[in-house]
C-alpha cells in the first residue's frame, strides 16, 4: 500500500522512523561500503532504499544531502545498539508493548492492504473525472427461479435492440424500464432513464465500472449487478469540477406576495450597501443573514460539491462561476432567496496520500467494502481451517430468549468452568467460550440478530471466528508480508531508542535542575523576550453581553475595575486576557497591530461567540527569568547530552563514513 497510518505514541522525536532494521556484516568486501560501525556494514543500495524511504516520511518535505543522511543513520543506528547492548530489548514492559504493537497494528494492516487499498486507488482514479450516464433497467429479485432470471435478461437485450433499431433511448427508458424514476417526471434522479452526473462512490460498483469504461455515445451490452439487468449509454465524461468554500448572506422571501419580495430586497440591498462602505463580510452577515447555521460561522456555508443532489439550479449556477477566491458577488436571486455570495476557497484533488483519509471516509459504508471484506474472511477461515463448535454452542443456551444470548456470552466468559468449554479453532489453536464472550463483550463488534436462539448462538459463533481467521492471517504478515515485517522492525527499534533517549538525555537533562542553571548562567544572554505589542482581548458567546461589556471599555473603564466587571457573577459569561506577540502571527490577533494605542477593534465574529481586540501599545523587550527560558534550556541540553552521548557511541564503534561513496549510490548525482 502506498500510504500507512502508523500509531507509535511517544515517538514524534524520532526523525528516521524508516531507518530500522539489521545492517550486513563487514566482510572481506567491504571496499564499497559506505560507513562501517563496530562489525556491520552499510551498502549502497540499502542506504539508497533508506534514503529514499526517510524522503517520502519527512514531515517537511525537505531531502537531506547523501552526506547529511549518512551521518543521521548512522547516529541513529548507533543508539540502537547502544539500547540493545543496555538491555532495553528484554525488559518486560518492551516485549508486551511491541507484542501489544504487533497485535493491534496487524489487522488493520492486512484490512488495509487487502481490502483498502485496491479500492481506494479505484476509487482515487475515478474521482477525476464526472460522468453524465442514462441506463435501461429490469429488475431481478431475490427469488426468482432460473426461468424469470432468463426472462429479465431477455427483456433488457428486447430494449437494447429498440434503441440500436432507432428508437430514442429516453423513450425506451420512460415507457419500458424497470427503474420506477423513469417514468416519474418529479423524480430528482432517472427520469426518462438520465442518471445526471456522477463520480465514484455514488453508483453500485458494477455500474460505476461501465459508466467510466463504456465509450462515450455507445450503447453498451447488457450487463448484470446485484439489482437486475441494465444497459448504459454514457452521454459525456468531463474532468471533476473542484468543490468550493462559500460564505453568504441570505435573505429569504416570505411568500408569494410583490410585498414580500420588496421587503427582502431592501434588506439584501442593506447588506450590499455595507459591504460597499467597507464593513467586513462576516460582520456583515452575522447581522443579516437569515441562514442561522451559517450566520453564526460569519455566513460560512463549508465546502459544496458540484455532485450534491438538490442543490438550486440557480445558485450552483452562480456559485460555481465565481472566478477567483475572495470575490463577491452582487445581488443574485436563487430558490433560496436573496443572496450575496463570496468565494472563500476552491478544493482540488490532492495526491493519493493527500485525499487517503477523505477516500477512506467516503468508501468505508459502501458495499464494495463489506464485499472485499468478506472475501478476505472467507479466504482466512479456509487457509487455517476454522470450525466452529455449534453443538457445543447451542447447548449452552438451549431454552433462554435470543436477546438474551449476548449477554449470557458476555458474563460467561468471567466463569471458571464455563469459560474452558472448547467452542471452535482456527489452525492450531483452540478458543474457548472465554474468547468468546471477550469478543461478545466488546460493543463495537456490530452482530446482527436471527429470530431462533441457536441460531443467533451460531452468528455471534461465526462473527468470532471470522475476526479470529483474519486475526491469524494478519500476525503471519511478519513471516509473509516484507513491508510489515521492516514496519515491526522500525518499531522495535524506535522503542528501544526512545528508552535510550528518554533515560540517557531527556529525563537526565530535565531532572538536573543545578546543571541546567549552570547553561542558563552560561548562556544568559541568549535568553530575551523582544519587543512584543500587548493586545488585550474581549471574547463573549452572548452578542448583547459582549455589546454591554465593550460600552463599559468604551466608556473609559479601567482595566482594573473591568476586572471586577466581568467576574461579578460566579459563572464568567464574558472573558478577556492579555496576548502578548512579537510581530503577525497570521491569527486573529494580526487585526490589532496596525491601532494606535488604547483603540480597538471591530467587532469580530470569532469560534461561534463574539470577539474584540484593544491594542495596548508595546511591552519592551527584557531578559527571561530562568523559568520563563527553562523550556528552552532544557532543550539546549537535551542537545548538549545528546551530542556527547553520539560521540561515545562512534567512537566506541569505530564509525567510519565514506561520503563519496555514499553520494555515488545515486544514479543522478
Not at 503471519?476 to 510489515?484: A, G, H
Not at 519587543?531 to 452578542?543: L, P, T
Request: with cysteine; net charge negative; hydrophobic share 40%.
Amino acid at each position: 500500500m502506498t500510504m500507512l497510518r502508523l500509531g507509535w505514541p511517544g515517538l514524534a522525536v524520532l526523525f528516521l522512523a524508516g531507518c530500522g532494521g539489521g545492517t550486513a556484516l563487514i566482510t572481506s568486501s567491504d571496499t564499497t561500503a559506505v560507513a562501517t560501525y563496530g562489525n556491520h556494514a552499510l551498502y549502497p543500495d540499502e542506504f539508497l532504499l533508506e534514503y529514499e524511504r526517510n524522503a517520502i516520511l519527512s514531515a517537511s518535505g525537505a531531502k537531506d544531502t547523501p552526506e547529511e543522511f549518512l551521518d543521521r543513520l548512522i547516529n541513529y543506528r548507533l543508539k540502537v545498539l547502544e539500547a540493545e547492548a543496555a538491555g532495553y530489548h528484554e525488559e518486560p514492559a518492551v516485549v508486551d508493548e511491541i507484542h501489544s504493537y504487533r497485535a493491534a497494528f496487524a489487522r488493520p494492516y492486512l484490512v488495509d492492504r487487502v481490502v483498502l487499498a485496491p479500492i481506494l486507488l479505484d476509487f482515487y482514479e475515478k474521482k477525476k473525472q464526472i460522468v453524465h450516464a442514462s441506463h435501461l433497467f429490469t429488475r431481478l429479485q431475490p427469488e426468482m427461479s432460473p426461468t424469470d432470471t432468463l426472462r429479465a435478461y431477455n427483456r433488457a437485450l428486447a430494449l437494447r435492440d429498440s434503441v440500436l433499431q432507432g428508437m430514442a433511448f429516453a423513450d425506451v427508458a420512460e415507457l419500458y424500464s424497470e427503474d420506477a424514476a423513469a417514468s416519474s417526471p418529479d423524480a430528482r434522479q432517472g427520469y426518462r432513464g438520465d442518471l445526471g452526473w456522477f463520480t465514484a462512490g455514488m453508483m453500485i460498483k458494477d455500474f460505476e465500472d461501465r459508466a467510466y469504461t463504456e465509450p462515450v455515445g455507445a450503447v453498451s451490452e447488457v450487463f448484470r449487478s446485484q439489482y437486475g439487468y441494465h444497459v448504459i449509454k454514457v452521454h459525456d465524461r468531463r474532468p471533476a469540477i473542484p468543490s468550493i468554500r462559500l460564505s453568504q448572506i441570505l435573505v429569504r422571501i416570505n411568500g408569494t406576495a410583490p410585498e414580500s419580495t420588496a421587503v427582502a430586497r431592501k434588506k439584501i440591498e442593506e447588506a450590499r450597501d455595507r459591504l460597499d462602505a467597507g464593513q467586513n463580510f462576516a460582520f456583515v452577515a452575522s447581522e443579516l443573514s437569515e441562514e442561522a447555521n451559517s450566520r453564526h460561522r460569519g455566513g460560512d456555508v463549508g465546502l459544496i460539491r458540484y455532485l450534491t443532489r438538490g442543490l438550486d439550479s440557480a445558485f450552483k449556477e452562480i456559485a460555481f462561476n465565481i472566478h477567483n477566491v475572495g470575490d463577491v458577488t452582487d445581488i443574485v436571486h436563487t430558490g433560496y432567496g436573496f443572496q450575496i455570495l463570496k468565494l472563500t476557497g476552491r478544493d482540488t484533488l490532492g495526491t493519493y496520500e493527500d485525499e487517503f483519509e477523505d477516500l477512506r471516509r467516503e468508501a468505508r459504508n459502501l458495499p464494495r467494502m463489506f464485499k472485499a471484506e468478506e472475501e478476505l474472511t472467507q479466504s482466512a477461515r479456509s487457509r487455517y481451517a476454522a470450525s466452529l463448535d455449534t453443538l457445543a454452542l447451542t447447548s449452552l443456551v438451549g431454552g433462554m430468549r435470543r436477546d438474551s444470548v449476548r449477554a449470557y456470552f458476555s458474563a460467561a466468559a468471567s466463569d471458571d468452568s464455563l469459560g474452558r468449554i472448547v467452542i471452535g479453532h482456527v489452525a492450531d489453536s483452540t478458543y474457548t467460550l472465554r474468547h468468546l464472550g471477550r469478543f461478545t463483550a466488546d460493543r463495537s463488534n456490530r452482530i446482527l440478530n436471527e429470530q431462533i436462539t441457536e441460531a443467533q448462538a451460531i452468528r455471534i459463533g461465526d462473527a468470532f471466528l471470522d475476526y479470529a481467521a483474519v486475526t491469524h492471517a494478519a500476525l503471519d504478515l511478519e513471516q509473509t508480508d516484507e513491508e510489515f515485517a521492516r514496519i515491526m522492525q522500525n518499531f522495535r527499534d524506535g522503542l528501544l531508542l526512545f528508552k535510550l533517549m528518554e533515560n540517557a538525555v531527556w529525563t537526565a537533562a530535565s531532572e538536573d535542575t543545578a546543571a541546567l542553571m549552570a547553561h542558563y548562567d552560561a548562556n544568559s544572554d541568549r535568553y530575551w523576550f523582544g519587543d512584543r505589542h500587548r493586545i488585550m482581548e474581549v471574547f463573549a458567546y452572548d452578542d448583547s453581553l459582549h455589546k454591554a461589556a465593550i460600552l463599559q471599555l468604551d466608556g473609559g473603564m479601567s482595566w482594573a475595575d473591568f476586572y471586577d466587571y466581568v467576574r461579578k457573577d460566579s459563572v464568567i459569561k464574558v472573558r478577556f486576557d492579555t496576548v502578548l506577540v512579537e510581530g503577525p502571527t497570521r491569527s486573529v490577533y494580526d487585526r490589532a497591530l496596525g491601532l494606535e494605542p488604547g483603540s480597538r477593534s471591530e467587532i469580530i465574529p470569532y469560534r461561534q461567540g463574539f470577539l474584540a481586540l484593544f491594542y495596548d501599545g508595546i511591552a519592551p523587550a527584557r531578559q527571561k527569568t530562568f523559568e520563563e527560558a527553562r523550556a528552552e534550556v532544557v532543550s539546549e541540553y537535551q542537545a548538549l547530552l545528546e551530542e556527547r552521548l553520539v560521540a561515545r557511541l562512534r567512537a566506541m564503534y569505530n564509525v567510519k563514513t565514506y561520503p563519496g561513496r555514499a553520494r555515488r549510490a545515486f544514479p543522478d548525482r
